[in-house]
């Protein structure tokens, strides 16, 4: 019989590769849940491998990293903002919902897809498309 595998401390793993105090909260936020949860459960709520986690909880993660700072954010934190058609929403639902293509599955998917790819909205990270791109 294999003994239990050890268990891994996120929250020092964090701390070990940012610094105890220059860690920001929203990894040491990031690394609190993976301890709660588990790191495949918590990638799932974020929209992010286990791999992502690690990377960014060692601090070695390539990728945009802003971006998962505002999936964290949203999802772990409460952070909001005001979308434009939909009123108040969680950041990281702000950042799937830029994701989506639109499906014509309603008039709301459909005024979300081309709002977010307007240049009006202050939140999203798309770059505007003209007029003719987004029939």
């Known amino acids: 019989m294999r003994p239990p595998a ?4 996120y929250l020092a793993k ?3 590769a940012w610094g105890d105090d220059a860690t920001p909260d929203w990894v040491e936020e990031l690394a609190k849940e993976a301890n709660r949860i588990t790191a495949v459960a918590l ?13 960014v909880l060692s601090r070695s993660y390539s990728g945009d990293i802003a ?15 005001d979308c434009l058609i939909v009123g108040e929403i969680g950041r990281d639902r702000c950042l799937d919902e830029q994701k989506m ?11 979300l897809f081309r709002e977010c790819r307007s240049g009006r909205c202050p939140h999203s990270r ?3 498309e003209s007029d003719d791109a987004q029939s």
């Open 14 to 16: 964090a701390r070990a």
């Open 67 to 81: 971006r998962v700072e505002a999936k964290v954010r949203g999802a772990l934190m409460g952070m909001t903002v």
């Open 43 to 55: 990638s799932k709520r974020i929209g992010y491998s286990g791999s992502v986690i690690s990377y």
């Open 6 to 9: 050890k268990k891994v401390d």
């Open 126 to 128: 798309l770059a505007p």
């Open 101 to 111: 293509g639109n499906t014509g599955a309603s008039s709301i998917r459909t005024k």
